[in-house]
């Protein structure tokens, strides 16, 4: 499979417990996104990289969120402290650096926190 | 800013109708691109049709097909002869020139009845 691949497909948690996730980009895709999704509605962003380096993050991504790529490959997404507001749908996209290149999504992680 | 606005929550139909999903966007760019995206009930993204904002044509793509109207910031994706494997929520989604970060809309469920 050479796809995007996300790990671990399912995460349940105690509130104020760390967590993290990782991405697998496309293998020659050099631009990585996570995005959160709640129940009903749409992707939102959260934050991107275009290879090690982190271009944009949201306000959505508060201090308590971080993320990285240290090779430019795989990335990690962290959340400290976890919050029941933080239960979601956590998807991760890669993309080739194109302008506006087309994004393809791995299967999501899905948080629960209880 | 921008903004993606999917007003069909859900929609049913009998199998072998076909069926229409509307998008509407805002954007204040002259240069942005429009996505459609399905989701089965699997979770995972999955990407059907990009365009530019320069390129007006109507795409088909076997029973699927593709209206962009710059003049009503429409974006409305048809199913001919639908079946059921298409039961899934449909995003529409927004990306401007020079910032690749997607803005979604709440998706569309579709449900096609057997």
């Known amino acids: 499979d050479t796809g995007v691949s996300q790990d671990p497909r399912h995460k349940i948690t105690k509130r104020g417990q760390n967590v993290t996730f990782r991405c697998d980009p496309i293998s020659e895709h050099n631009r990585l996104y996570w995005y959160r999704q709640t129940l009903g509605q749409g992707p939102e962003f959260l934050t991107y990289?275009?290879?090690?380096?982190?271009?944009?993050k949201s306000r959505l991504l508060s201090d308590r969120f971080s993320a990285e790529r240290p090779k430019g490959s795989f990335s990690t997404l962290e959340i400290q402290r976890t919050e029941q507001g933080d239960s979601a749908m956590y998807l991760c996209a890669s993309s080739l650096r194109r302008l506006a290149d087309t994004q393809y999504f791995g299967p999501g992680t899905r948080l629960t926190v209880l | 800013a921008q903004k993606v606005t999917q007003a069909q929550t859900e929609i049913s139909v009998v199998e072998k109708e076909d069926v229409t999903l509307d998008c509407v966007y805002e954007?204040?760019?002259?240069?942005?691109?429009l996505f459609w995206y399905k989701q089965p009930p699997s979770g995972e993204l999955v990407f059907l049709i990009r365009?530019?904002?320069?390129?007006?044509q109507n795409e088909i793509s076997g029973r699927y097909s593709w209206n962009f109207q710059k003049s009503t910031s429409s974006f409305n994706f048809t199913i001919t002869a639908s079946q059921v494997v298409d039961s899934a929520v449909y995003f529409c989604a927004l990306s401007n020139f020079g910032n690749e970060k997607l803005t979604f809309g709440t998706g569309t469920r579709l449900t096609i009845i057997p």
């Open positions: 990289f275009q290879n090690e380096a982190q271009l944009e």
């Open positions: 954007t204040r760019d002259t240069t942005y691109y």
């Open positions: 365009r530019n904002s320069f390129d007006e």
